[in-house]
């Protein structure tokens, strides 16, 4: 009995890769080479008492006949291996060596987006801000979040990057063996006859090329490829904003930046904008009922939100402009730990303030002023006591005691 190589790793005599916790066998699909695999996995197993974990092996075969996959899986079984039918899987780990097909993408996207706006899988409406602009980072307007396509191709462009620029690792030569044949790797076009997988990645190669002759990434300390240079290269940055200081605050909960996110981004769902939809009846406000509710409206013009206003301003000491956000504290020349805890404390306010428009609209209540500036209070001190390091200026010092107390 004789072992047979795999087509693809004949060249390189290659029949096994050792990761930390993965093994990876490789062989032609003949019944005989199957039965050396095995037979050699159990012997190294009973002389090291390592077993396999069944319920992550698997097998994979590729241009077998039906007929010689039953005899394998006979065997398999015969000398007590784990046979597990073909399946399909998406991870982290897959995105990072192919290209994921776009639909598979999107519907992770759907997914992604699903949760964020609704809390699960299935959201039937259409979301207030587009998926491409929450991709965006924090800087530009955006949530940060990933975009999978682009991060997809950063990825993948690693391998392009080592074709090009790591010719001694393992998987490239492999690469030269199987396809380039001698071809240079900038000038290689692949045959008709090539996998899907193969013509993508060459197919990113086109689209790198740019980078590559701009020296975007040279083979010198700080300027190789990475996945986030790829990503960021993709996704060419946007203008910045003005308000994100205000908003992604480290003083700030998350929930609450997120409410004042919304209110930049035009994310709001208020009633005027659901009376043009024809969605409600009429268009005044929830909370006063006497004039239209609009975002400027209800977060700085109605008379509850300023009921609000002037109670964090006698318990902050600050003065404050109800016109807009970006004006709301009329002294600019503050610390940057008090702007901070000032940012915070407009976006905790906002926060609330939706929360009882909310509270109003759909169960017909609402809690007094008083009431909603003591729930801004509890978690401005709670958040104030969980991120306050490090030296404090006496100024500042005076200024967060009255705040805690």
């Known amino acids: 009995m004789k072992f047979r190589f795999h087509p693809l790793c004949k060249s390189m005599k290659l029949s096994s890769l050792i990761f930390a916790d993965d093994l990876l066998l490789f062989s032609k699909g003949d019944v005989g080479s199957i039965m050396i695999l095995l037979r050699t996995f159990?012997?190294?197993?009973?002389?090291?008492?390592?077993?396999?974990?069944?319920?992550?092996?698997?097998?994979?075969?590729?241009?077998?006949?039906?007929?010689?996959?039953?005899?394998?899986?006979?065997?398999?079984?015969?000398?007590?291996?784990?046979?597990?039918?073909?399946?399909?899987?998406?991870?982290?780990?897959?995105?990072?060596?192919?290209?994921?097909?776009?639909?598979?993408?999107?519907?992770?996207?759907?997914?992604?987006?699903?949760?964020?706006?609704?809390?699960?899988?299935?959201?039937?409406?259409?979301?207030?801000?587009?998926?491409?602009?929450?991709?965006?980072?924090?800087?530009?307007?955006?949530?940060?979040?990933?975009?999978?396509?682009?991060?997809?191709?950063?990825?993948?462009?690693?391998?392009?990057?080592?074709?090009?620029?790591?010719?001694s690792k393992l998987w490239v030569q492999w690469v030269h063996s199987v396809y380039l044949k001698g071809q240079e790797w900038e000038d290689y076009n692949p045959p008709q006859d090539a996998s899907w997988t193969w013509k993508k990645v060459c197919k990113l190669k086109q689209e790198f090329q740019p980078a590559y002759h701009q020296n975007e990434w040279a083979m010198v300390p700080g300027k190789e490829y990475t996945i986030k240079k790829g990503y960021s290269w993709l996704r060419p940055t946007s203008q910045a904003v003005s308000w994100s200081h205000i908003v992604w605050t480290k003083w700030s909960i998350p929930k609450h930046s997120f409410i004042a996110w919304l209110y930049y981004q035009q994310g709001f769902n208020t009633k005027d904008k659901l009376y043009r939809f024809g969605i409600v009846p009429d268009s005044s406000c929830c909370i006063c009922a006497q004039e239209e509710e609009s975002p400027p409206h209800l977060f700085f013009q109605c008379q509850y939100n300023r009921r609000v206003i002037q109670k964090v301003q006698e318990w902050t000491g600050v003065t404050m402009s109800a016109t807009n956000t970006q004006n709301w504290w009329q002294h600019r020349r503050f610390t940057r730990l008090k702007n901070g805890v000032l940012n915070s404390i407009l976006n905790a306010a906002m926060y609330y303030i939706w929360n009882q428009r909310n509270s109003s609209r759909h169960e017909g209540v609402i809690i007094s002023p008083g009431r909603c500036v003591m729930m801004i209070q509890a978690d401005i001190r709670n958040r104030i006591k969980h991120q306050l390091q490090g030296t404090v200026s006496r100024k500042d010092k005076h200024w967060i005691e009255k705040l805690l107390h």
């Open 42 to 167: 159990s012997t190294f197993s009973q002389a090291l008492g390592l077993q396999m974990s069944r319920g992550k092996s698997n097998v994979y075969f590729n241009g077998v006949s039906s007929e010689v996959r039953r005899e394998i899986v006979r065997v398999s079984v015969a000398l007590k291996a784990n046979y597990l039918s073909i399946y399909r899987t998406l991870h982290s780990y897959w995105a990072s060596i192919f290209i994921i097909p776009k639909a598979v993408l999107l519907k992770i996207e759907a997914i992604c987006r699903n949760f964020l706006w609704h809390g699960g899988t299935k959201y039937a409406r259409t979301p207030t801000v587009a998926w491409s602009k929450l991709c965006t980072n924090q800087k530009e307007g955006g949530l940060g979040l990933r975009d999978e396509y682009s991060w997809n191709k950063a990825a993948v462009g690693k391998l392009v990057w080592w074709i090009q620029a790591h010719p």
